[in-house]
């Protein structure tokens, strides 16, 4: 097996391990099973578990912010690509096997002993953020909207993560509504 398609392997299994069990209740026994590697393979392309995580927690960050800016882009303004981002949420969070932020649950779990999670988490937070703040500039809002924005989104997350029920999705998009539409009044974004 060549040492992309076992990093590959490597990291599927973290993600859906660390995901669905959380990240200390996994060991590297596990992930290697799972991921069908020896150990000794797992530890040449990981020497460590944090360097694991580490990597887990960088690929999901990608992929998330491709993912969420993918479904959000088609729509026609960016005042729609801004409601587009709870409907997104919406089906992220109707899948079987959301458990909430992968972030939050990592900084939850490491945060306070872990650097380089807080970091990552961190980054991945302002990257979200950054996000919505461009759709925002785009749309001719006032910067005031991503902060509240992003706020409705994270509480959103965790609702829907402690609920076990999409629907906290569709009540942030409802409440991201009446922002936009007062931010609107404000500056006069066209829709």
Request: with cysteine; glycine share 4%; charged share 25%.
């Amino acid at each position: 097996m060549e040492r992309a398609e076992a990093e590959q392997r490597i990291l599927d299994a973290a993600e859906e391990l660390f995901y669905g069990r959380g990240i200390q209740a996994v060991g590297m026994d596990t992930i290697r099973s799972t991921a069908a590697v020896s150990l000794k393979r797992l530890y040449q392309i990981f020497p460590s578990k944090d360097s694991l995580v580490e990597a887990y927690l960088r690929r999901r960050d990608a992929r998330w912010l491709r993912e969420l800016a993918q479904y959000a882009e088609p729509h026609d303004s960016p005042a729609q690509q801004l409601l587009a981002v709870f409907d997104w949420l919406y089906r992220w969070f109707s899948e079987p096997d959301f458990h909430g932020c992968s972030f939050v649950n990592s900084f939850g779990e490491l945060g306070a002993t872990s650097p380089a999670v807080a970091d990552i988490t961190r980054a991945h937070k302002r990257a979200f953020w950054q996000y919505i703040a461009d759709l925002v500039a785009a749309a001719e809002a006032p910067t005031w909207l991503a902060d509240h924005l992003v706020l409705l989104a994270e509480g959103a997350i965790t609702t829907a993560a402690v609920s076990g029920s999409p629907e906290p999705a569709r009540q942030a998009k409802d409440a991201a509504r009446i922002l936009l539409r007062t931010a609107r009044m404000q500056a006069d974004i066209p829709t």
